[in-house]
């Protein structure tokens, strides 16, 4: 469903939270998988209760808004998206881990290539997929009477 309900979200505090994945991925590429559990923590808060909850979205919104480094306003819909997608993606990777499975790589890598994108050239894959989901299937009548 599209989610006009939530605050909107500052573009480059966007940025900076996909450069932390970034870095926390290549962390747990080479200290410990066990990092991923963060990842999924960030997704599950950020991608279903919303970023205007997350603590630590919090924390870089008042850094970078303090600075004027925030950026335009973003529908924070589509990035709720890439966050359950986030909460997926480190969460399979996590599992793999704890199954004892050299698979948790895959998941790892795709989330490295993912928000680097996202961070180094503002292009957020899910939130692309997102929106093209919605022109192909609009949603339709809401069920609430017309005033």
Same mark, same amino acid.
């Given at each position: 469903?599209?989610?006009?309900?939530?605050?909107?979200?500052?573009?480059?505090?966007?940025?900076?939270?996909?450069?932390?994945? !970034?870095?926390?991925?290549? #962390?747990? =590429?080479?200290?410990?998988?066990? @990092?991923?559990?963060?990842? /999924?923590?960030? $997704? &599950?808060?950020?991608?279903?209760?919303?970023?205007?909850?997350?603590?630590s979205h919090l924390?870089?919104?008042?850094?970078?808004?303090?600075?004027?480094?925030?950026?335009?306003?973003?529908?924070?819909?589509?990035?709720? !998206?890439?966050?359950?997608? #986030?909460? =997926?993606?480190?969460?399979?990777? @996590?599992?793999?881990?704890? /199954?004892?499975? $050299? &698979?948790?790589?895959?998941?790892?890598?795709?989330?490295?290539?993912?928000?680097?994108?996202?961070?180094?050239?503002?292009?957020?894959?899910?939130?692309?997929?997102?929106?093209?989901?919605?022109?192909?299937?609009?949603?339709?009548?809401?069920?609430?009477?017309?005033?």
């Amino acid at each position: 469903m599209l989610r006009f309900d939530v605050p909107s979200v500052p573009a480059n505090v966007i940025r900076f939270e996909a450069f932390i994945t !970034f870095v926390v991925c290549w #962390l747990a =590429l080479f200290v410990t998988p066990w @990092l991923l559990a963060l990842l /999924a923590v960030q $997704g &599950l808060v950020r991608g279903f209760i919303g970023h205007h909850r997350c603590p630590s979205h919090l924390v870089w919104k008042k850094a970078l808004s303090s600075r004027g480094w925030q950026g335009p306003m973003e529908n924070a819909g589509a990035k709720m !998206f890439a966050n359950k997608i #986030l909460l =997926l993606a480190s969460g399979a990777g @996590l599992a793999l881990f704890i /199954a004892n499975s $050299g &698979l948790w790589i895959v998941p790892t890598i795709a989330l490295i290539i993912f928000s680097f994108m996202e961070w180094a050239f503002k292009f957020c894959a899910a939130c692309w997929v997102y929106a093209l989901w919605y022109q192909r299937f609009p949603p339709g009548d809401t069920g609430q009477p017309e005033a």
